[in-house]
Structure formats: structure tokens, C-alpha cells
């Protein structure tokens, strides 16, 4: 059974920091690139970040970077999310999403996300 299970979301204060982490199982988690998304009340769901399945390409959004690090580690079929300098905008449901091309059809797996709330 395939599963995406993230974890780490929390009310947290502008400029404060946390690490998202997102577990797979279920499916081969090195042949996948693995991204976050975030969707906010009100607004369209938006890519985060994203990075390879061998993590050597690291994709992030203009309205983060520099403010957030993505990293997996292969052999514990995790990512992370390292997000610092938080702001209110900041706030969404974070969700973990894998992604894999088989042929000619792209296969997506997701998790239920994770809340997080950044206000004083």
C-alpha cells in the first residue's frame, strides 16, 4: 500500500523555522522525484519545492527560495523540508508528492499534508 505520510507542521511565529518531513512507503521512493506543495485557503495549490530522485536537482518556488532547503535521504525513504524565516503568508496545508514518468504516463502519489500556521 503506498503512503505518504508528512510531518512537522505547527503554529510557529513570523521569522521562526521548521522541518517538514515526509515518509513513503509502498512504492520504489528512489525512482520518484519527490516535491512539497502547500495550499492556502483561497488560493491555488503551489510547488514549494522539489527535488530529484537522486537529489541532484533542487527546484524552489521564487516566492521561497532562499528561505528553504529540500533534502532526501534514499536509504530511510524520507524528505525534508527545512523552512526558516517564516512568515504569515507562509501559512498553508503542506502535502508531500511524489512523482515518477512510466512510459508515457506520469504517475503521482500524495499525502494528506500537514498544517502550518505562522501568526504571533
Known amino acids: 500500500q503506498v503512503q505518504l505520510v508528512e510531518s512537522g507542521g505547527c503554529l510557529v511565529q513570523p521569522g521562526g523555522s521548521l522541518r517538514l518531513s515526509c515518509a513513503a512507503s509502498?512504492?520504489?521512493?528512489?525512482?520518484?522525484?519527490i516535491s512539497w506543495y502547500r495550499h492556502a485557503p483561497g488560493k491555488e495549490r503551489e510547488l514549494v519545492a522539489r527535488?530529484?530522485?537522486?537529489?541532484?536537482?533542487?527546484t524552489y518556488a521564487d516566492s521561497i527560495k532562499g528561505r528553504v532547503s529540500i533534502s532526501r535521504d534514499n536509504a530511510k525513504n524520507t524528505v525534508t523540508l527545512q523552512m526558516n524565516s517564516l512568515k504569515p503568508e507562509d501559512t498553508a496545508v503542506y502535502l508531500c508528492?511524489?512523482?515518477?514518468?512510466?512510459?508515457?504516463?506520469?504517475?503521482?502519489?500524495w499525502g494528506q499534508g500537514t498544517q502550518v500556521t505562522v501568526s504571533s
Open positions: 508528492n511524489a512523482r515518477r514518468l512510466i512510459g508515457t504516463k506520469w504517475v503521482d502519489y
Open positions: 509502498g512504492f520504489t521512493f528512489s525512482s520518484y522525484s
Open positions: 527535488i530529484s530522485s537522486v537529489g541532484g536537482i533542487r
